[in-house]
């Protein structure tokens, strides 16, 4: 046997295996580190990937300029009509939309920044408006804002032991008192008698004609019927010190609601009882009742803030949304 040949062959095929190994590790290193390249990656990569993630995640960047388009629609018109009402826009403290004209057949345009948070409302003396807020998070933003009709009148008519006292939009209240000049109307029902016109009700005030001595008790609950809603309680009707500056020296005496109520087409609120009391120095007591809504109006002196309330706060005060809605009360 040559022994010497089987050795040498037997430290080649060790020496083959060994080379066949040393290759084979090699790839599996080479691979390894491939994965890892492809699995790991860099830390500019990582901030390059988030950065992307942040805008193509919300489709666009923060603070890059973006367009508002603003239409308003007249929420008591069946067809949600557009209409054409003074657009207000708040960014913070800024009112950055001041009167603005809306168009009644295309959008009004107004620039911001992508992620600005906005307040918006539409209003003027035709038209009450409901605010909305908003983040912008598109570079083109519609929006649609929300506006009511606001009616050129009432329909206010006066029960008395379960009858209505006349039957038209503005008939007087007549009561004839018993002998203790004392006497209670069931209610008064104050109506908005068209379906496309809204009444923003807020206070009822009573003025005297002069030489009138008369007192009114209305304090309980009112009745809000809504029109193919049923009815409900907005809440306790109560007497107020609290009158508005143009008829501080008009109103006698003023009853006020919780909240405005703002009626619909053919929506109606019943007051609560109204008790009146007379002196009985007079044949006849005349007092006119005041129906007075609340609307929205841009403060002056309040840093160019929109307000709400029964008139504006300027110097000499002007009525804001319908035009003060009056009927008689006569007392025999």
């Known amino acids: 046997m040559n022994k010497k040949g089987t050795g040498g062959a037997t430290i080649g095929i060790f020496l083959g295996i060994f080379v066949m190994a040393l290759i084979g590790g090699g790839m599996l290193w080479l691979n390894f580190t491939q994965q890892t390249a492809l699995t790991e990656p860099t830390e500019q990569q990582l901030a390059t990937t988030q950065e992307t993630a942040t805008v193509v995640g919300q489709g666009l960047k923060e603070g890059n300029a973006a367009t508002v388009k603003y239409k308003a629609q007249d929420k008591e018109n069946a067809g949600k009509a557009q209409v054409a009402p003074s657009l207000y826009v708040e960014n913070g403290d800024l009112l950055i939309e001041d009167a603005t004209s809306l168009s009644a057949s295309s959008t009004t345009s107004s620039s911001t920044t992508v992620g600005a948070k906005l307040r918006a409302v539409a209003f003027n003396s035709n038209f009450y408006g409901d605010w909305k807020e908003f983040t912008v998070n598109a570079e083109t933003y519609p929006i649609t804002l929300d506006v009511y009709n606001i009616t050129p009148s009432l329909k206010v008519l006066c029960y008395y032991q379960g009858s209505a006292l006349g039957t038209g939009a503005n008939d007087a209240c007549n009561m004839t008192l018993a002998s203790s000049q004392t006497d209670t109307f069931d209610y008064m029902k104050i109506e908005v008698n068209a379906s496309n016109r809204a009444f923003n009700l807020k206070q009822i005030g009573f003025d005297q004609i002069v030489g009138t001595n008369l007192t009114i008790t209305m304090t309980g609950n009112a009745d809000w019927v809504q ?106």
């Open 227 to 332: 029109n193919s809603k049923g009815q409900s309680v907005p809440g306790v009707m109560s007497e107020t010190t609290s009158r508005p500056k143009r008829l501080k020296s008009t109103l006698d005496q003023q009853f006020v609601l919780p909240n405005a109520i703002m009626l619909h087409g053919y929506d109606s609120i019943r007051t609560p009882l109204i008790k009146v009391e007379t002196d009985g120095d007079n044949p006849l007591e005349t007092m006119t009742v005041y129906f007075l809504d609340e609307s929205k109006f841009k403060s002056s002196v309040s840093g160019n803030k929109i307000l709400s309330g029964l008139e504006d706060d300027a110097t000499s005060p002007a009525d804001v949304g319908a035009s003060d809605y009056t009927i008689r009360m006569n007392i025999n």
